[in-house]
């Protein structure tokens, strides 16, 4: 399986920004799509953004369409997700993990492999 880690996570104000990274081991990670999810405590854990294995394909949640931008590099074995106009509901631990398939309404029951999260708190 694919091991995932997550960085880049913090503590941003309202309208601020942050850049989450995803660095995956192993060298059929081009062949896995990516996901990105978040979880508050309470909750269930949202789909937030997904990307293709060869990056030419992204999906986004409503709550964050406009607002965030996933990307990848293969060479580096990296997904980033770009986190910009942030607000207090943004605030959550951010998974990233990797599957097979990619449905235009990505869910959990997809990705197979997850990190084990980076907390981001926007503060209001």
């Known amino acids: 399986q694919v091991q995932l880690v997550e960085s880049g996570g913090g503590l941003v104000q309202a309208g601020g920004s942050l850049r989450l990274s995803c660095a995956a081991s192993g060298r059929t990670f081009d062949g896995y799509h990516v996901g990105w999810f978040r979880q508050v405590p309470g909750n269930e854990r949202e789909f937030v953004a997904a990307v293709s294995s060869g990056g030419g394909t992204t999906r986004y949640a409503n709550s964050v369409k406009g607002r965030f931008t996933i990307s990848r590099d293969n060479a580096k074995n990296a997904v980033y997700l770009q986190m910009n106009s942030l607000n207090p509901e943004d605030t959550a631990v951010y998974y990233c993990?990797?599957?097979?398939?990619?449905?235009?309404?990505?869910?959990?029951?997809?990705?197979?492999?997850w990190g084990r999260g980076t907390q981001v708190t926007v503060s209001s």
């Open positions: 993990a990797v599957g097979t398939i990619l449905r235009v309404t990505p869910s959990q029951k997809e990705f197979d492999s």
